[in-house]
């Protein structure tokens, strides 16, 4: 078995566990991404607003794919 083989399984457990706490969490989640993108957006006073709202829209699909893999037994729902 190789180094990624080992990796992938003893990171396994700790996989669901994240995508457990994505399903029970995820409104705090997004709620803490747009908090988080606002302040950023305020500091660099909208030079980067683009990046800042493309970035926090990932995070926040992100998130929503791994509650769903919780919920469909693995399988991710089909990207937009």
């Known amino acids: 078995m190789g180094f990624l083989d080992n990796l992938k399984t ?3 457990p700790a ?4 995508g457990e706490l994505a399903q029970q969490h995820g409104e705090k989640i997004d709620h803490g991404v747009d908090k988080a993108a606002r302040t ?5 006073k909208g030079k980067y607003s ?3 709202e493309s970035g926090a829209r990932k995070a926040k699909d992100a998130v ?3 509650s769903h893999k919780k919920d469909e037994g693995g399988a991710p729902p089909p990207a937009s």
């Open 15 to 18: 996989k669901d566990k994240v």
């Open 40 to 44: 950023v957006d305020e500091k660099t």
């Open 64 to 66: 929503e794919r791994l």
């Open 10 to 12: 003893k990171l396994s």
């Open 50 to 52: 683009d990046k800042i």
